[in-house]
């Protein structure tokens, strides 16, 4: 018997047979919890004087200054209600 075996000696392909669930959920780990706190500051920052900057401005200006963070991540953050809306 040759393989990767749990805490308890079985087989880790056995166990999971025996809890009827895959061998990839037995190697799956805790999702990680990311903080955007930074990011958010930094777009409000960004966003103080100009209420109705967009995100493409948004990023242009990370970029000014030298700070990076993904464009989806921007417009997601912007869009959930950072600034004003739209007219």
């Known amino acids: ?3 990767i075996t749990g805490p308890t000696g079985l087989l880790v392909s056995e166990g999971c047979d025996l809890m009827v669930i895959a061998r990839s959920a037995f190697y799956d780990s805790e999702a990680e ?3 955007d706190t930074t990011v958010v500051e930094a777009i409000a920052a960004v966003c103080e004087g100009f209420e109705s900057n967009g995100w493409w401005r948004i990023r ?3 970029g000014r200054q030298g700070l990076f963070a993904n464009h989806k991540k921007i417009r997601r953050l912007h869009e959930h ?3 004003t809306p739209y007219r």
């Open 33 to 35: 919890v990311r903080d």
């Open 60 to 62: 242009a200006a990370f």
């Open 1 to 3: 018997m040759s393989g």
């Open 81 to 83: 209600g950072l600034t």
